[in-house]
């Protein structure tokens, strides 16, 4: 096979793929720019489905909600994902795998799984579905996010860092925060950033420990359950997707200016 | 405060019988030593020895298994590393990357609490921080020390290894310490570079007068900077002295092999200055050696007088290199190749005669004569040693559970390539050439050393068996002493201006 040929099956794999994967996506954002009630159907450019979208009232709160949970949980997570990467990363051997498949396994796990353990978990502590349980199954499941981008500066780190802070009289949790953790914000940050993502998309667990709290998927998943397709959730969908397309590609474009500047150096 | 008494006996640090052990290895093996205010005391050893373990326990990074640490008389063992007047500097400086040079050296000002002088109502002194403009003039200050006036403001990651090593000086001197730990600081710099801090830091030490501790590997940098040498290797100290003392009498062959080219050799006293070996008697300077006693002698390659026409040893010429005063020449006499330096070239395949004046040879008791470990007898002819089955032969008729003394002569243990041949596995972390054998040291896995008198070479790290023949291994009773403990043979210590020594002796216990 000549190498063109070779290059051009790549390619033309490649293409259908992609083609496969976002043309459903294009086709429902071009229909979100038309009123009309049946998918398919083309009654002229309007932003009429927008429209509708932010004057309704249970969407409005659902996207509030989910917003309030994101930024709750991925804070949580950011702290608690950097105290445990430091920790994990300080640990020796047999410790430090042990505690890195642990913190891994949410990640791992089929979320259908975690979901239920969740329910379970919270049932058996009698602790009411809403915003504690949300917020709690939020955290645990994007924590193992945050471990993953902050371990990679702590590997990074100077050596005896934290030893210096300590031998010039800093205690040990001063040393901690003003020197380890100033050289872990950029992790903090695209792990912070990865948490936000993962719990403003998530569905799955908050079906299962949601109470009455509705939040965008949960809501877009009774919504079309009830009523069929209503024709507001395309214009849903296509921000929902433009919203987690663009923290995505900040995120690569944000680390890829990192790269490029400490290679310069 | 007697300040005749201060002189005499004012030592700011003190360590007695630490030992550290991590995971079972021992790093640092019951060391005592002392360090008098103001000097440069550099631990010298290969890596592996324990020298920045010892080091890291000074700091407070690391806590003692057991032993005391004493600062200025005060039990210092376990005080938090922030709360110690010491301060370090590290291999890789680890300055703070998010801070510029001026804030990396203000870290410690900013946390130092100083005594006003006042007291209050309770009668405990007041402390006090430091100014911002006080902080700003120390900062300038040290600056100006380390040649960096003008870098305040730089970052730090722009800086060359040179520069963030200054800056590293400066941050820990800043602080005025009682003790400055610096470790191997200039291993990452470049030679030429390295020649230059090595002069620059002596002077600073000359400056300040603040008490120096240095790790180093290099035995070059020790002998030259430092006021006394700690001579390191298995976490135990070979030797404590002035640099000159450890050139000219290395306590042990390990010391001699360490500290500059030398010629190791095995010799027989065979009365008060006189010894023998490659079948010569030679006059030496040493006494008080038992008649017929097998030593350990070093030879510096300087002190070999070469010639063609008369002398002590005849010797045939294998070998010269030119290194720029001198010529380095390999010379076989007898079963032994010396190495030998000249001013006079003398090629290869030449006839030569040696004469070594007395005051060239140095006698030094041998450490160890023989392997002697303790065992168990497990079966009619098996005991273990080391965590491996030896056969043996039962001439004595032990039973099993007798616990045995078992010794093995040096050049009776066989090391095997492949580990799987040997009945145990142990790790080379120690090869001494003796001018016709290899002297291997071997740690096996469960912390016992062996000694191998080998032709064969064998490189550090090696992975190897060990074996021994039945018929080689010497089966005695288990002697023990009153309060039970095992008789382990003595250990050397060398005379003269020593403050103290750390004792060779295995950790049974």
């Known amino acids: 096979m000549s190498k063109n040929v070779k290059n051009g099956l790549i390619w033309a794999f490649v293409g259908v793929m992609l083609a496969v994967m976002y043309i459903p996506i294009l086709i429902l954002i071009i229909y979100s720019f038309t009123g009309a009630k049946a998918m398919g159907v083309w009654s002229g450019f309007s932003f009429e489905l927008y429209a509708d979208l932010f004057t309704n009232e249970s969407i409005m709160n659902a996207f509030k909600n989910s917003l309030v949970l994101a930024l709750v949980s991925s804070l949580l997570s950011t702290v608690l994902g950097t105290t445990a990467a430091v920790g994990i990363f300080y640990m020796r051997k047999w410790k430090k795998s042990a505690a890195n498949f642990i913190a891994n396994i949410t990640m791992e796990n089929a979320e259908i799984v975690t979901g239920v353990t969740f329910m379970m978990f919270f049932l058996a502590l009698r602790l009411p579905y809403g915003w504690v349980t949300l917020i709690i ?14 371990t990679p500066k702590l590997a990074q780190l100077t050596p005896n860092l934290y030893e210096a802070g300590l031998d010039l009289g800093a205690s040990p949790v001063r040393s901690m925060l003003t020197v380890i953790v100033p050289q872990l914000i950029p992790g903090m940050i695209s792990g912070f950033v990865m948490a936000f993502a993962l719990s403003l998309d998530d569905f799955i667990v908050s079906k299962f420990v949601n109470g009455s709290v509705e939040t965008i998927p949960v809501y877009l998943y009774n919504a079309l359950a009830k009523r069929g397709a209503d024709p507001t959730l395309r214009a849903l969908s296509s921000i929902l997707f433009v919203a987690v397309l663009a923290v995505l590609i900040a995120l690569n474009v944000i680390s890829a200016k990192r790269r490029n500047r400490n290679i310069v150096k | 405060m007697a300040t005749v008494a201060r002189e005499k006996f004012d030592n700011i640090i003190e360590i007695k019988n630490v030992t550290k052990v991590f995971d079972g290895i021992t790093a640092v093996d019951n060391v005592s030593l ?28 690391e806590m003692p298994t057991s032993g005391t640490i004493l600062l200025e008389k005060q039990d ?37 609490k100083i005594p006003t002088g006042e007291v209050d109502k309770k009668g405990r002194p007041i402390f006090r921080k430091f100014t911002k403009d006080e902080i700003a003039e ?8 380390v040649n960096l006036e003008a870098y305040g403001y730089r970052d730090i990651t722009g800086l060359s290894g040179g520069q963030q090593q200054r800056i590293a000086i400066a941050r820990a001197i800043v602080c005025e310490p009682k003790v400055l730990l610096l470790d191997e600081p200039l291993g990452a710099l470049d030679l030429k570079m390295r020649k230059e801090m090595q002069s620059e830091l002596a002077a600073m030490h000359k400056n300040i007068g603040i008490t120096f501790i240095y790790v180093t590997h290099d035995q070059e940098e020790a002998l030259t900077m430092s006021d006394k040498v700690v001579v390191m290797t298995d976490g135990a100290v070979q030797q404590y002295g002035t640099p000159k003392k ?29 010894v023998e070996f490659c079948g010569t008697q030679f006059k030496c300077l040493d006494k008080g050696f038992e008649k017929d006693e097998k030593v350990d002698l070093v030879v510096r390659p300087e002190d070999i007088a070469i010639s063609a026409k008369s002398g002590a040893l005849a010797g045939e010429v294998v070998s010269t290199v030119f290194k720029g005063t001198y010529y380095e020449m390999e010379i076989v006499a007898g079963d032994y190749q010396f190495t030998v330096q000249n001013t006079v070239e003398y090629v290869a395949g030449s006839k030569v005669w040696l004469t070594i004046e007395p005051d060239g040879i140095h006698i030094m008791k041998k450490l160890k ?26 001439t004595q008729n032990f039973e099993r559970g007798d616990e045995v003394r078992v010794c093995v002569p040096f050049d009776k243990v066989e090391l095997t390539d492949d580990e799987e041949d040997g009945v145990i596995g142990a790790n080379v972390t120690q090869t001494l050439y003796k001018g016709s054998y290899y002297q291997v040291q071997v740690y096996t896995d469960d912390d016992n050393d062996f000694l191998i008198d080998t032709v064969d070479e064998w490189d550090i790290g090696d992975r190897v068996g060990i074996k021994i023949n039945p018929k080689d291994m010497v089966v005695t009773r288990k002697q023990t002493t009153i309060d039970g403990e095992t008789v382990t043979d003595g250990e050397t210590v060398t005379d003269g201006e020593i403050d103290s020594i750390g004792e060779e002796g295995e950790t049974d216990e």
């Not at chain 1, 199954?137 to 902050?150: D, E, F, G, K, N």
């Not at chain 2, 002392?34 to 990074?61: D, H, N, Q, W």
């Not at chain 2, 303790?374 to 098996?382: F, I, P």
């Open chain 2, 246 to 274: 450890i050139y000219d009498e290395p306590a042990n062959a390990f010391v001699a092999d360490f500290i500059g080219e030398s010629n190791i050799l095995s010799g027989v006293m065979k009365k008060d200055f006189l």
């Open chain 2, 34 to 61: 002392s360090v008098r205010r103001g000097e440069f005391v550099t631990l010298l050893g290969p890596s592996g020895c324990g020298k920045t373990t010892l080091l890291r326990m000074i700091a407070g990074f």
């Open chain 2, 369 to 394: 004569t023989v392997n002697e470990l303790d065992g168990e007898v497990t079966s009619e002819n098996t005991v273990e040693i080391c965590g491996g089955e030896f056969e043996f032969e039962n």
């Open chain 2, 138 to 145: 120390k900062v300038e200050r040290v600056l100006k020390l």
């Open chain 2, 76 to 112: 210092v063992t376990t005080m938090p590393p922030h709360l110690r007047p010491i301060n370090t500097v590290f291999q890789k400086y680890a300055l703070f990357p998010h801070l510029n040079v001026f804030k990396n050296i203000a870290f410690g000002l900013k946390l130092k």
């Open chain 1, 137 to 150: 199954a939020h955290t645990m499941i994007t924590t193992p996010y945050v471990i993953l981008s902050v």
